[in-house]
């Protein structure tokens, strides 16, 4: 006898829950633009989780925080110009931007955040990145903490879904395929 259990979705999700992990919608539709991220979400590794808090994180201060003053975003613009291409030619140069064209993008955007957060919260009281009101820590680790859970429901509910009998030999889990829905060699 099978002592192990198949996960089941839980009861708050009906089958319908489970199609867009399994069909294929035509390229321009609502499916498709409403499966794509979830897709994303669902497949990605604890790097970009961490990545996506970070984006978080800045969001919520700079919300908070918000200077209209142009030096501020022209300065961080500028800086991350100059560190984004030192960043580009370090890990690889010309075949970088070619070969993985959101990674040449975040290449330029780490410095733009980096720097217009150090403007946005010099003189805030701020503890490293952590807000002094805990107002704006409670938004800022929530919404984190909110991330994180949709997340896990989505990787569960791909896991249940091609842990269902037969699922999947008619397609391959999320975390298998690439980016460009290309099965990959782990």
Excluded at 10 to 31: D, R, Y
Excluded at 74 to 87: F, Q, T, W
Excluded at 118 to 142: A, D, Y
Aim: aromatic share 10%; glycine share 6%; net charge positive.
């Amino acid at each position: 006898m099978d002592h192990q259990r198949r996960p089941t979705l839980p009861p708050f999700f009906n089958s319908e829950c489970a199609v867009v992990f399994h069909s294929s919608p035509t390229l321009g539709t609502i499916e498709h633009y409403v499966q794509m991220p979830l897709k994303y979400f669902a497949s990605l590794g604890t790097a970009k989780i961490v990545l996506w808090c970070y984006l978080i994180w800045y969001l919520v201060t700079v919300v908070n925080h918000f200077d209209p003053s142009p030096a501020i975003w022209l300065n961080s613009l500028g800086i991350s110009a100059v560190i984004g291409i030192a960043l580009v030619l370090s890990v690889g140069g010309q075949a970088l931007r070619v070969a993985d064209r959101w990674q040449t993008i975040r290449l330029f955007l780490m410095p733009f955040c980096v720097s217009s957060f150090s403007s946005l919260i010099k003189g805030h009281g701020f503890v490293l990145i952590v807000p002094p009101n805990r107002s704006e820590q409670l938004v800022s680790f929530g919404a984190c903490a909110a991330f994180l859970l949709v997340v896990l429901v989505l990787k569960r509910i791909n896991r249940v879904v091609h842990a269902q009998p037969g699922a999947s030999a008619a397609r391959p889990p999320l975390s298998s395929l690439s980016h460009h829905g290309q099965q990959t060699l782990k």
